[in-house]
């Protein structure tokens, strides 16, 4: 069926499965790699918030918490704003009223939390206790379905470095007062210190990352499908007027002469007027055309050739047969008789009186 069609459909059919296979590998490769872009975006932001936090922890715990720790023996209620995890929440739900990062999400995910709310959901404990079998693993990144969406996650684990920190979470004790009164004496002890005891969590929203990686996608395949019809028409046009269109009169030309129904006059027209043109090109239809423009002179010499024996076989055969005429006539009684009548009549003329 293939074989059917004309060239220019033929040559355009394949274009089109070129572009279709080029559109599903370049598709899924740009696909992939602006998967890979929004990836690593989510997980930069991720990094550059979870340096902010510690920053602000490391902050607290050195400027904050020596001014506070004295008052906490002496204030009937606890000062939360001592403890570094605390600042960090709080400066992060500040962070939240912006617009831009109101569905960002920050937990110190702990498995024993002095307060409740930073209690380690089943897939947080999961995290918590991979850190623990793997103590060289410093980073967990990845994809989760919380909160309803498809959430990005930046794990680091949790460990108590400082001594002094033991004080409020070795045992109930030697904790303060007013940690006691505030939070019981139930949570938040038993801690060691350099052990794995939970994870900064980051979560942030990938869908509005996604979208825009997806807008792109589109903007780049809309862009490919343009320009690439944009360059089927153009090799079309050009193939149509540069290799069909001489195609054509070359074409036309060796079927009358393989039929044999082209005449000299015509042979010449097609001379003068469709491969004058081709001739002076100097590619392969420019070669192709001047073996044509040879045939057809030979055609024009030999159909002259066949016209001038043609008239002397003419001749020769109105000479052959006026003299067989002749001789019909000299053979046939009736001259005979007239020439005998003739002759006496000349005897006659030169017989003496």
Known sequence: MFNRFKLATKFTLLLLLVFIGAIAVSGFALSHALEQKAEAEIAYRSQVIAETMNSVRNYTHTRINPLLTPMLDTQATFLPEVVPSFAVREVFENLRKNEDFKDFLYKDANLNPTNLRDKADVFETELIERFRKEPGLKNISGFHESYDEKMFYNARPFSINNPTCLRCHSTPEVAPKSQIASYGSENGFGWKL????????????????????????????????????????????????????????????????????????????????????????????????????????????????????????????????????????????????????????????????
């Open 194 to 353: 350099n052990e794995i005891l939970g994870t900064q969590i980051i979560y942030i929203p990938a869908k509005q990352v996604f979208e825009d990686a997806h807008r792109a996608f589109v903007l780049f395949i809309s862009l490919f499908i343009t320009i690439f019809a944009i360059m089927i028409l153009l090799i079309n046009y050009l193939l149509k007027r540069n290799v069909l269109q001489p195609l054509k009169p070359m074409a036309q030309l060796a079927q009358k002469i393989s039929m044999n129904e082209i005449s000299v006059e015509e042979a010449q027209e097609y001379d003068r007027e469709k491969l004058t043109s081709i001739v002076q090109r100097h590619d392969e239809l420019g070669q192709l055309g001047r073996v044509f423009q040879r045939m057809v002179h030979e055609i024009s010499a030999r159909e002259q050739q066949f016209r001038q024996q043609l008239h002397t076989l003419r001749i020769e055969v109105d000479e052959a047969k006026r003299a067989r005429e002749v001789a019909e006539i000299a053979e046939s009684k009736t001259f005979q008789k007239l020439q005998e009548e003739a002759k006496a009549i000349r005897n006659k003329r030169n017989t003496p009186n």
